[in-house]
């Protein structure tokens, strides 16, 4: 078996977005001799959870690539969201298949307008809270699982009562609201970052367009595109200031879930992809 084969093959038993054949060719061939499969493991996961799978999606979900395809991912081997799974007149319905998709916003509805800023402040500081303490945060480079885990078990927005809503974005560019059925304990607005790739698993439940997570049916691969990520949470803050402006200071609900309130470029159900 080829080095590039082999590459493949353990990107995909992480569960981790299907690479392209350009993406491995490159990467065995940058240096002669090739690094050890390890490190080639490595760089290429750190090149997968950064990109975006929307871009140059082509035909996605089995069919040919498109030339004008992403030169990371494989556009032949992601599968986007059923055609009609966002109808929020249908009641139940539930993912066909295993599915790659990316954050493109995530809100905590259990805080106030006033929290989410605070929250978002201490994550500008590079801080969050445990407990009672404020901690100081290293920012994950490289969106593995262990930068995941660490940012979660540190990160205030992964307590216990927590309850959040995501906004996730296919491989062709069509989102879907997303809501925590069960708590996600490495989901949180600290902990992970807009760009963040997950795996949804075939037979993930929809109810009324809306996806319903659970720990046994969404894996968080981690990741980030830095672009998405600071041009998110400037225009979050900027919304949230606004509302708390306009509401005065007396106002105590979770602010700005409606449709068009969601990250760079307004992440919507039904907007496609960052501006």
């Known amino acids: ?18 690479p392209s054949q350009p993406l491995l060719e490159s990467l065995v061939a940058a240096r002669s001799p090739p690094p050890p499969l390890p ?3 490595a760089t290429a996961r750190t090149r997968l959870l950064a990109c975006d799978l929307s871009s140059g999606s082509g035909s996605g979900g089995g069919g040919s690539s498109s030339s004008s395809g992403s030169s990371v991912v494989d556009p032949s081997q992601l599968w ?13 319905a539930a993912l066909g298949r295993d599915t790659h998709v990316q954050v493109v916003d995530i809100e ?3 805080l106030s307008r006033w929290e989410q800023i605070e929250e978002l402040e201490a994550i500008e500081r590079g801080e969050t809270t445990r407990g009672r303490r404020v901690i100081r945060v290293a920012d994950d ?5 262990a930068g995941v885990s660490a940012s979660a078990s540190a990160s205030a927005s992964a307590s216990q009562n927590a309850t959040h809503r995501l906004v996730l974005q296919d491989c062709k560019g069509a989102s879907l609201y997303a809501l925590e059925a069960e708590r996600i304990p490495a989901v949180g607005v600290g902990s992970i970052s807009i760009g963040c ?12 367009g ?5 720990p046994e049916n969404c894996l968080l691969l981690g990741g980030k595109v830095d672009a998405w990520h600071d041009a998110w949470v400037a225009g979050r803050m900027a919304r949230l200031k606004e509302a708390v402006g306009a509401a005065g200071p007396g106002s105590q609900g979770p602010g700005n879930h409606g449709p068009g309130n969601h ?7 039904g907007n496609h992809g960052p501006s």
């Not at 480079?141 to 699982?145: D, L, S």
């Not at 790739?197 to 009324?208: E, F, N």
């Not at 990250?263 to 159900?269: A, E, S």
């Open 1 to 18: 078996m080829d080095l590039a084969t082999q590459l493949r093959h353990q990107l995909i038993a992480q569960s981790l977005p299907p």
């Open 39 to 41: 490190s080639l493991v």
């Open 80 to 92: 986007p969201f059923p055609p009609g799974i966002g109808d929020v007149h249908v009641q139940e």
């Open 108 to 110: 905590n509805l259990s």
């Open 141 to 145: 480079q490289a969106g593995g699982p």
């Open 197 to 208: 790739k997950m795996r949804l698993r075939a037979g993930t439940p929809v109810a009324r």
């Open 210 to 214: 809306t996806l319903l997570l659970t």
């Open 263 to 269: 990250g760079p470029g307004n992440h919507g159900p």
